[in-house]
C-alpha cells in the first residue's frame, strides 16, 4: 500500500536504515498497522520522512511515516564508503530473504489454517459420531426396554386372555351340568308324579282285582258245585250197572 503525500522539510532519521526492524509506537492505531507491530524496513524517503515497511506476518508493503516507529535491532556494521556498499548489500540480501520469508508464510500460515480447520472438522465429526454412537446406544437400550415392556405386557394380556377363556369353559360347563342337573330334576319329577299316579290308582285296582277273585271263586265254586253233582251221578249209574251184572 503506497500513498503519495506532499514532502516536507529534511527531518533527522534517528538512526533508521534500510534492513533495521521497527516498531510502532504506543497509541497509534491506523488502519494498515497499530501499535506493537513490528516489521523491517525496505526503504526510506528522507524527504518526506517515511519509509516503507513490511509488518511480519503480512506480505504487502506499507507506508509509515518515522514519527510513528521506533528502532529495535540496529544494524552492527558501522562506518562510511566500502562499508556501506558491502552492508548495503547485505541488506538488499536480507530484504529479499525476508520478502521470500513474508511471500511464502502467508501460503504456509493458509495451509496451517486449512490443516487446523481439517484437524477441528475431524474432531468435531469425531465428537459427533462420539454422541452419535452413545444417542444410538441408549436409543438401542430404551428400544430393548420397550421391546421387553411390550412382551410383558403381551403376556399378561395373554395370561388374561388365558383365564378369561378358562371361566368362560368353566361357566359354559357348569351352565351344561346345571341344564343336565335341570333335565334330571324334570325327568325325577315326570318320575314321581308317575309313581304317584300308579299309587293313586292302586286302591282302585285293588278292588278291581278283588272284584274279579270273587267272581272267579263264585264261578270255582259252581263248577265245582256242577263237577260233583255230574260226578255223583255217574257214581250212581256205575253202581246201578254193578247191581244189575250182579243180579
Not at 420397550?146 to 378369561?164: G, M, N
Request: proline residues 2%; contains cysteine; charged residues 30%.
Amino acid at each position: 500500500i503506497v500513498s503519495h503525500r506532499p514532502c516536507r522539510a529534511p527531518w533527522p532519521m534517528s538512526g533508521f536504515q534500510v534492513g533495521y526492524r521497527v516498531r510502532v509506537l504506543r497509541g497509534r492505531r491506523f488502519s494498515d498497522f497499530k501499535e506493537r507491530d513490528e516489521g523491517v524496513i525496505l526503504d526510506i524517503n528522507e524527504e518526506c520522512r517515511n519509509c516503507t515497511v513490511v509488518f511480519d506476518g503480512r506480505p504487502e508493503k506499507i507506508q509509515v511515516a518515522l514519527k510513528h516507529l521506533r528502532v529495535i535491532g540496529q544494524s552492527t556494521n558501522g562506518g562510511n564508503g566500502a562499508d556501506a556498499g558491502a552492508r548495503s548489500q547485505k541488506v538488499v540480501a536480507k530484504q529479499i530473504a525476508e520478502e521470500m520469508r513474508l511471500v511464502d508464510l502467508p501460503a504456509v500460515q493458509a495451509l496451517d489454517s486449512e490443516l487446523q480447520g481439517l484437524r477441528n472438522a475431524l474432531q468435531s465429526a469425531q465428537k459427533k459420531l462420539t454422541s452419535y454412537e452413545a444417542r444410538d446406544e441408549k436409543q438401542a437400550q430404551e428400544i430393548l426396554q420397550l421391546t421387553r415392556e411390550l412382551s410383558s405386557v403381551k403376556e399378561e394380556e395373554l395370561q388374561a386372555d388365558l383365564a378369561v377363556a378358562r371361566a368362560e369353559a368353566a361357566s359354559q360347563e357348569m351352565m351344561a351340568q346345571v341344564a343336565l342337573h335341570r333335565q334330571e330334576l324334570a325327568e325325577e319329577q315326570r318320575l314321581t308324579a308317575f309313581l304317584r299316579q300308579q299309587l293313586e290308582d292302586v286302591p282302585q285296582q285293588e278292588a278291581k282285582i278283588l272284584k274279579e277273585l270273587e267272581l272267579l271263586r263264585s264261578e270255582y265254586q259252581a263248577l265245582a258245585a256242577k263237577d260233583s253233582s255230574q260226578a255223583w251221578k255217574s257214581e250212581a249209574a256205575a253202581c246201578e250197572t254193578l247191581s244189575a251184572e250182579m243180579a
